[in-house]
């Protein structure tokens, strides 16, 4: 049998993933139409390259589907509970580099840090008679860092894209979301905390710890780690 | 983990000592609207609890705990004085542990009552030791309202009284702003600058969203009168953190608050509630000179709980939650009463532990 390397299935974090093995002599390739999700390895054996959606893979890994994959540190950290116990990390790949931030209106001018946030978010409460919003699609990672840190009276509302745009719709105060230039967050006239970067994110390649392997996919394994330069 | 029957038997033999004792045994829904937990243990909540929802009720989650329903079902329709009893499931989320329940039994005893606090603290607790005898258990109390009566009585603004009050249950926050407020850690660069500029408010940022610039406004003038205001003094720092590191015997306890008490006045009320209850606690049987008070006790647990706490744990056994815990949260019953109020406490065993230790032994 063969093991599963899971890589992201669009767009430039396909693409570099796809040079970042190129440049190791592990050729990754599409194959079929533009539309096709089917893949192709060659320069080493007993590999099998399957395309995901990058926020499936974390799943996929922690379920021992695949044995390989690659996706961002963010998602492994939000998607997996535990997540050391489920995956290790084998490589950071050096590209899809952000930040998970929390940005509010630069209009807030008295706001900087988490220590104003939360005196921001208690006089917010008493003002409007709810929690301050911040609208994010990293529920646990954000949840843990604000408890962490002393934050209370606000609360997380879901968006699942165009965050930034929540505050000028009035759906929430504030967003908490990966950046890698801040310009999305700039164009919505919004700011960074300055000590509220929870996660420095990068494409990584990640191995399951779940995934069963026998002697030949052991031994595959081995021989593509080898290959990669990162010994089995 | 002991089976379900036996445990439902247990809990079942809990719930008749609790009606032998006066409660009114009542029945509460495992599905509670997730808004009203949202709103009174904010985001928290949800790393803890279950959240499930459907297109007509929206949000609901599985009871974490039998005390906001009984509240509610209470201030709705509750003649007081009263005491009620329950047994049930709970649900808690685990992200973190896989060896923690996340589905387990709960027995509870609460009392509404407007006479003789002291008494009903009293009360629920001895009604709790008397259904955990037979187990060694080691009993830990404190009393939250020490707490805030020495923050409410410090000599500085209201509005920093306001601030550490609200983290009295986030220690290292707490720890923080005293900091900040005793002017032991320096304020950020960020402030710093922020009260030097002549006009921090004419920028060029468009107003966006729904906190608006007159708030924004009167933060930094609220900001600007913290600045001037005098730090809290040493002394003032000591006490509090004297407070705090009160761990001793409830008579040994009592004796040293009482010798706070001379230079925080604020506290002499409520070192008198302590006297009360351990009064109380003597005519209920409770052996009250081997009994611990850690004054810091049940700041990191929920936030409701506002006067006496207390907890039962199985002695070198860390590994373990408590087998039973509880106290008083009478601003609970303020939040959920909508205008009405009734001071409350009460407690609630895991059977679960319990039949897992009667079988050890």
């Known amino acids: 049998m063969t093991i599963k390397l899971g890589v992201p299935s669009k767009g430039r974090l396909m693409e570099k993933t796809f040079d970042w093995f190129g440049a190791r002599g592990v050729t990754l390739s599409r194959i079929g139409s533009d539309r096709e999700y089917a893949g192709a390895v060659s320069g080493v054996d007993g590999v099998e390259l399957v395309l995901l959606s990058a926020g499936e893979i974390p799943r996929e890994l922690a379920a021992g589907r695949i044995h390989l994959g690659v996706t961002g540190t963010d998602l492994v950290r939000e998607k997996l509970g535990q997540w050391e116990q489920q995956v290790q990390e084998k490589a950071e790949l050096g590209f899809g580099h952000a930040d998970l931030i929390i940005g509010v209106p630069a209009c807030w001018v008295d706001v900087d840090t988490l220590e104003d946030l939360d005196a921001a978010a208690a006089a917010f409460r008493r003002a409007h008679g709810f929690r301050l919003r911040i609208a994010t699609k990293y529920h646990r990672l954000v949840r843990e860092f604000l408890q962490d840190n002393g934050v209370a009276d606000y609360q997380l509302v879901d968006s699942q894209g165009a965050t930034e745009g929540t505050i000028k719709n009035l759906t929430a105060e504030g967003v908490a979301d990966i950046t890698s230039t801040g310009d999305t967050l700039r164009a919505n006239h919004l700011k960074i905390l300055s000590d509220a970067v929870m996660l420095k994110s990068q494409a990584t390649l990640f191995k399951s710890r779940k995934a069963d392997m026998d002697d030949e996919e052991r031994s595959a394994m081995g021989t593509l780690l080898v290959q990669l330069g990162l010994d089995g | 983990m002991a089976d379900k029957a036996k445990i439902r038997a247990r809990a079942a033999k809990l719930s008749a000592e609790f009606e032998a004792a006066g409660a009114l045994p009542v029945e509460m829904p495992v599905l509670l609207p997730a808004d009203v937990l949202l709103d009174l243990y904010g985001e928290d909540i949800r790393g803890r609890a279950y959240v499930t929802s459907d297109a007509l009720r929206g949000e609901q989650m599985l009871r974490p705990d039998f005390t906001v329903p009984v509240v509610q079902m209470h201030m709705a329709h509750g003649a007081d004085p009263a005491r009620y009893t329950y047994a049930g499931e709970v649900f808690r989320r685990q992200e973190e542990d896989q060896t923690r329940a996340n589905e387990y039994m709960q027995v509870g005893y609460e009392v509404f009552d407007r006479e003789n606090s002291a008494a009903s603290d009293a009360e629920v607790?001895?009604?709790?030791?008397?259904?955990?005898?037979?187990?060694?258990?080691?009993?830990?109390?404190?009393?939250?309202?020490?707490?805030?009566?020495?923050?409410?009585?410090?000599?500085?603004?209201?509005?920093?009284?306001?601030?550490?009050?609200?983290?009295?249950?986030?220690?290292?926050?707490?720890?923080?702003?005293?900091?900040?407020?005793?002017?032991?850690?320096?304020?950020?660069?960020?402030?710093?600058?922020?009260?030097?500029?002549?006009?921090?408010?004419?920028?060029?940022?468009?107003?966006?969203?729904?906190?608006?610039?007159?708030?924004?406004?009167?933060?930094?003038?609220?900001?600007?009168?913290?600045?001037?205001?005098?730090?809290?003094?040493?002394?003032?720092?000591?006490?509090?953190?004297?407070?705090?590191?009160?761990?001793?015997?409830?008579?040994?306890?009592?004796?040293?608050?009482?010798?706070?008490?001379?230079?925080?006045?604020?506290?002499?009320?409520?070192?008198?509630?302590?006297?009360?209850?351990?009064?109380?606690?003597?005519?209920?049987?409770?052996?009250?000179?081997?009994?611990?008070?850690?004054?810091?006790?049940?700041?990191?647990?929920?936030?409701?709980?506002?006067?006496?706490?207390?907890?039962?744990?199985?002695?070198?056994?860390?590994?373990?939650?408590?087998?039973?815990?509880?106290?008083?949260?009478?601003?609970?019953?303020?939040?959920?009463?909508?205008?009405?109020?009734?001071?409350?406490?009460?407690?609630v065993i895991r059977p679960g532990i319990l039949v897992q230790l009667e079988d050890a032994a």
Not at chain 2, 149 to 177: C, D, M, N, Q, S
Not at chain 2, 188 to 211: F, K
């Open chain 2, 125 to 347: 607790f001895a009604v709790m030791q008397e259904a955990l005898k037979g187990v060694e258990l080691r009993a830990a109390t404190g009393d939250i309202g020490i707490l805030a009566a020495a923050v409410a009585g410090l000599e500085t603004t209201v509005r920093r009284k306001r601030a550490l009050a609200r983290h009295i249950w986030r220690p290292r926050k707490f720890k923080a702003l005293l900091d900040r407020y005793s002017g032991k850690a320096e304020m950020p660069a960020s402030r710093a600058a922020l009260l030097a500029a002549d006009d921090p408010m004419t920028h060029d940022y468009p107003d966006i969203g729904l906190r608006s610039q007159a708030e924004v406004a009167e933060r930094i003038q609220g900001l600007r009168a913290d600045a001037n205001a005098d730090p809290i003094s040493p002394l003032q720092v000591e006490l509090i953190e004297a407070l705090l590191n009160v761990r001793e015997t409830l008579p040994n306890a009592l004796e040293h608050i009482r010798v706070l008490a001379v230079d925080m006045p604020a506290i002499t009320e409520a070192a008198f509630c302590l006297r009360d209850r351990m009064h109380a606690l003597e005519a209920r049987g409770v052996d009250v000179d081997t009994l611990e008070f850690e004054a810091s006790y049940g700041r990191t647990s929920m936030e409701y709980y506002d006067g006496f706490v207390f907890g039962f744990y199985v002695p070198g056994r860390a590994d373990l939650p408590p087998v039973a815990t509880g106290g008083r949260y009478d601003a609970l019953t303020q939040v959920l009463g909508q205008g009405r109020e009734i001071p409350a406490v009460g407690g």
